[in-house]
């Protein structure tokens, strides 16, 4: 399994956790309701996900299949 998910598994909650707030937005129809709270929510899960992937990178943690070649 570690072949097919590449990443940490930080990233991996991350994600679930983006998800599930997603779903969540979805099944209270947020974004018909209150679309300022739907948007400003949605650009914070985006603001939280960059900035935790960017600042939690580690030197030498593998990103790709393939390694990434220095030019």
Known sequence: MREIFIGPLRHWLLLIGA???????????????NFK?????LFGIAIAIVATVVFSHRKGERITREPLEDD
Do not use: D
């Open 37 to 41: 709270l739907f948007f400003s929510i």
């Open 19 to 33: 998800l599930g707030i997603l779903w969540w937005m979805g099944t209270t129809q947020l974004h018909t309701h």
